[in-house]
């Protein structure tokens, strides 16, 4: 109490630097946001009300409608919604995978379909198995090896990365391409061990992609438990079948929203900074760190720029996008929108890297402004937040990059986020609040410091 | 590969600096600490076996042999027991807490007794509450308003501080002497709020003392959520009364044991390096986070060095110190013995704040020696542990402070510990691989340079 009244005193007397009055104000964002468990409660509701709202479903509906709400109770300038189409995608009632060998008897395994990806027939597909660990491989296999087999993908991610974002990158081409790679050769269908540096008895499912012209088999993933046990299997016997159903099913588009909510600016009320999240999850998720915590946490920057008072500069808007997962088309929705109305977009801002412990930011600027924004990392020292780097953006903000818009990301730490991504295990209560509490404060602190600044 | 046959290529050539033969180790180090899974699966074994390892316990002995046959297959120079006795608190059957309202009705509370209070008879405490911040507050209410009643101590961990170990600090003083200055105004009995960050409804327990001349009373604490309901009652009706049963008690020293496995220096053999962190847990936890996985990550040292080759120069300990929660017994016997067999200690590093994120080390040198152990950090720089600080130590190292033995800390990220600290929470499954992992490379890295390059 008696430190606060000192600090009101030099600020009435003129004493402090501007650096001076912007480290308190940063100091009081934190202070604010470690001692509420208004977005913590916020997602916690997303993620036990949600659940598995991938676009196009009630669910994501549901999460549309919430946010919304919880935005319209804030008092802001403005809470509108984006319409945009969707694709639609059903995951089957049946998915299911068993080994059937005649040495070594029948095991099943944990899998799920993959998005995007077509089904098979309700009763499956049966066939032997191939396991490859990258396409090389399987063009050196060639037709007469793989045609009427089913290919098991199972190349893990590299742990002895410390960047767990560039081993999955170093994998997830398995999932991405992997049924069109293996079709090429006549497969029957694709199994891809599941993109995750934990071995758990989940899948992690994501999206995957066909190529016109290249007939379309069914991908599904399998747990990094199924696929060891499957790979230990192959080695004993290499005339296993391998018994695949996964009836999922593509249908029309629907429609779907962004939903954003916004504080005008003071002085540039035509200048827009955009802070968000996506509001989709994976249908076998709660959609906690990916990416309830991103949206949550977008709404905690108004909130808490609300509760102090702080009236920006430029308009700073929190924008829950849609469809992340799936074909990015909330994001895309979003930057034609700003092109036909002919938004100036100053600066966006994405946290999709779970709502975990924040170490820095990445800085998509150059030169001068990439200077000037990296030196606000004293700001953050005190938080324990020290890595600030040139290159960001994020899946949702970056159609804005065509306007020169200034694409940051949030930066938390990446060791635990795989464990979680895409998977059963992406839960509410898998998100601590302290270290959702700390995102939402750097991100208030860093678009708050920039745009006093005009940095 | 490619990469490995070329740097050895160098290495034979003798094209690399002492620096970058070093960094290449460290990089081996990681490498093999982040593709193995011994360590996890040995905490997993001593979570799930030895649960509840509270010094004087058959599972104490349980986790004494379980670690010293760990040490025995791993082809060590010498492994070995050192005998201490130990005090031996029992939790008592019926743990609980009721309160009474004429006005509210009534309500359970989620409690649990603080390790070495007395008990309660079987038929418990019954009497009305006084709910205090501090000890200041106690002394100004004074013998007339609080004798005969419950004090119920509520000062929570202040939440805006990113150092949750000064926020522990800040609160814990009611855990250890609230009893003590309670009674000195005729308190019947003490209950505590939990010392967490969290809002749980978990008790989250720990020692307490007593002071010759001061009448003992029981001393239990509440769960953060049971103390927060508390509180609101409180406000309601400060008639209300609080029924206590805990009957825990205490009993004749026992036998107990520090676990020891070494490596022997190839240069300076009667120079000791002590790795170390404490076997014994809170009866009401798995003791994963506290302290299971400092005892693993000090037995993975050892591993990671014979795995690789490395001889050190001096000889290098991991010590399974004994009794850390009630007494401090095992430090203290440790530190006798080494007096007794005149031991030279070089060096001391534990590992008792968690097996979560490492983020650097505390660091207990001075003048020269201090700022050349500073100067490693950047070593670590790549693998993102960039808070290396002066200042260090850890309750079962301290006693070695005597001999000018340097004494480290491993520093994690702390924002997570104390949702675990003492609580059924701090389980196996709240650790994760990969934190697991840095922290044993970390540590056996720092020991490796610090070794090897005579600081």
Chains 1, 2 share one sequence.
Not at 4 to 27: E, M, P, W
Not at 48 to 65: D, F, L, M, Q, Y
Not at 143 to 157: A, L, Q, T, Y
Not at 250 to 277: F, K, L, Q
Request: charged content about 25%; overall charge negative; glycine content about 10%.
């Amino acid at each position: 109490m008696k430190r606060t009244i000192l600090l009101l005193l030099l600020f009435t007397c003129g004493f402090l630097s501007a650096q001076d009055q912007d480290s308190i104000l940063v100091r009081r964002l934190f202070d604010e946001a470690l001692t509420s468990n208004v977005a913590y409660e916020n997602l916690r509701w997303l993620c036990k009300n949600t659940k598995g709202r991938i676009a196009g479903t009630p669910e994501a509906a549901s999460a549309v409608e919430f946010t919304r709400q919880v935005m319209l109770d804030m008092d802001l300038d403005s809470v509108y919604l984006q319409e945009l189409k969707v694709k639609r995608w059903v995951r089957g009632k049946i998915e299911s995978a068993r080994i059937i060998s005649s040495t070594l008897g029948s095991e099943d395994l944990s899998i799920t379909g993959l998005g995007l990806s077509v089904g098979t027939s309700d009763i499956g597909i049966a066939g032997n198995v191939i396991e490859v660990q990258n396409f090389e491989e399987l063009e050196q296999l060639g037709e007469e090896r793989i045609k009427g087999k089913i290919v098991f993908f199972n190349r893990p991610m590299d742990p002895t990365l410390l960047n767990t974002f560039k081993a999955y990158s170093g994998a997830v081409n398995q999932r991405g391409r992997g049924a069109i790679e293996a079709a090429k050769y006549g497969a029957l269908a694709a199994i891809i061990r599941s993109v995750t540096t934990a071995i758990d008895d989940h899948p992690h499912t994501g999206v995957m992609g066909y190529e016109e012209g290249i007939p379309k088999i069914p991908a599904v993933c399998v747990s990094t438990m199924g696929a060891d046990l499957l790979s230990t299997w192959l080695e004993k016997d290499p005339d296993l079948d391998l018994h695949l159903i996964s009836n999922c099913s593509n249908h029309p588009d629907v429609t779907s929203h962004n939903v954003i909510g916004e504080i005008r600016g003071s002085t540039y009320p035509d200048e827009i900074i955009t802070v968000g999240g996506h509001l989709d999850a994976w249908d076998n998720s709660e959609g906690a760190h990916d990416d309830g915590a991103g949206c949550i946490q977008s709404i905690e920057t108004l909130r808490l720029y609300k509760e102090l008072g702080i009236r920006p500069k430029r308009t700073v808007r929190a924008v829950m996008f849609m469809d992340e997962e799936i074909a990015q088309r909330g994001g895309k929705k979003y930057a034609e929108l700003a092109k036909i109305n002919g938004e100036k977009h100053y600066v966006a801002l994405e946290s999709d890297r779970g709502g975990l412990l924040p170490r820095g930011f990445g800085i998509g600027a150059s030169g001068e402004r990439l200077e000037k924004m990296l030196a606000l990392e004293k700001y953050f020292a005190p938080y324990g937040i020290t890595e600030f780097r040139g290159g960001g953006g994020g899946v949702d903000i970056g159609p804005l990059r065509e306007f020169g818009t200034v694409l940051i990301s949030l930066v938390p730490d990446m060791q635990r986020y795989f464990d979680y991504h895409h998977s059963p295990n992406d839960t509410f209560k898998q998100v601590n609040i302290r270290e959702l509490q700390l995102g939402s404060a750097s991100i208030a602190s860093l678009i708050y410091l920039i745009d006093k600044n005009d940095l």
